[in-house]
């Protein structure tokens, strides 16, 4: 894909929003955007920029993951999803009422036993 080739796709696919700021080498090349309507600034490579949805830019909103994913934020440590827990603490309490293990309640918990034992350790029951 040549320079010409290249920019009739680009303004296609963003309706001319979109503009290189220097020319490219080659389609893997990273070159630097310029956005028209948010204003941004940003590195990116050809390839992707007329590429896959996912790989593409998208005004106010960060790029995706490697999975191909948009992240809700930029920068930082992407929040976790918490696991419902597979048991109460009500539930745990009587566990270590009926004498469970500490391996057989992290089993029951889905956890792993050293939480357990830990636990076990702080309250003296071992």
Same mark, same amino acid.
């Given at each position: 894909?040549?320079?010409?080739?290249?920019?009739?796709?680009?303004?296609?696919?963003?309706? &001319?929003? %979109?503009?290189? @700021?220097?020319?490219?080498?080659?389609?893997?090349?990273t070159?630097?955007?310029?956005?028209?309507?948010? &204003? @941004?600034?940003?590195? &990116?490579?050809?390839? +992707?920029?007329?590429?896959?949805?996912? !790989?593409?830019? %998208?005004? &106010?909103?960060?790029?995706?993951?490697?999975?191909?994913?948009? @992240?809700?934020?930029?920068?930082g440590?992407?929040?976790?999803?918490?696991?419902?827990?597979?048991?109460?603490?009500? !539930?745990?309490k009587? @566990?270590?009422?009926?004498?469970?293990?500490?391996?057989?309640?992290?089993?029951?918990?889905?956890?792993?036993?050293?939480?357990?034992?830990?636990?076990?350790? +702080?309250?003296?029951?071992?």
């Amino acid at each position: 894909m040549n320079r010409s080739e290249f920019e009739a796709k680009l303004n296609k696919a963003y309706d &001319g929003a %979109v503009r290189p @700021l220097n020319s490219s080498i080659n389609q893997r090349a990273t070159v630097c955007f310029k956005c028209e309507k948010c &204003g @941004l600034v940003f590195f &990116g490579k050809p390839f +992707h920029m007329v590429g896959k949805d996912h !790989q593409r830019h %998208v005004c &106010g909103v960060p790029y995706g993951d490697k999975n191909g994913e948009r @992240l809700q934020h930029a920068g930082g440590r992407r929040k976790s999803k918490k696991k419902e827990p597979s048991i109460t603490i009500d !539930q745990f309490k009587k @566990l270590v009422w009926e004498d469970y293990t500490p391996q057989q309640i992290a089993q029951k918990m889905q956890v792993n036993p050293k939480i357990v034992i830990y636990y076990f350790k +702080h309250e003296g029951l071992i």
